[in-house]
Nanobody, 121 residues
Framework: VPLLESGGGLAQAGGSLRLSCVAS????????MAWYRQAPGKDRELVAS???????HLAPSVEDRFTISGDHDKGTLYLQMRSLKSEDTAMYYC????????????????WGQGIRVAVST
């Protein structure tokens, strides 16, 4: 299912950004949507996920700073990022997961093209 991210950009440390994702097809086969990120030279990692039933997972590194929300039926997903740190700098990817979302990249998921987030100190 095609996914389109928006809302990235440059922020100062301590600032906020909000990412949005819209799915343009059916999510029937994808019970969970998620945000991943990949910093330069590092593997892609799961940041946050939101299940169709409302169950939420947040990575420990962001759980007190980021909020995930969305409407699975409408195919929308958001990531509100607060108190940004330089280590949050990465490409952020919206994903639709078949079953549970993996901790890293999986070819079984549908992926957006990614959107860049850069945090300056």
């Amino acid at each position: 299912v095609p996914l389109l991210e928006s809302g990235g950009g440059l922020a100062q440390a301590g600032g906020s950004l909000r990412l949005s994702c819209v799915a343009s097809g059916s999510l029937y086969s994808f019970p969970t949507m998620a945000w991943y990120r990949q910093a330069p030279g590092k593997d892609r990692e799961l940041v946050a996920s939101l299940g169709r039933g409302g169950d939420i997972h947040l990575a420990p590194s962001v759980e007190d700073r980021f909020t995930i929300s969305g409407d699975h039926d409408k195919g929308t997903l958001y990531l509100q990022m607060r108190s940004l740190k330089s280590e949050d700098t990465a490409m952020y990817y919206c994903a639709a997961c078949r079953g549970g979302c993996s901790r890293g990249y999986s070819p079984d998921h549908s992926w957006g093209q990614g959107i860049r987030v850069a945090v300056s100190t």
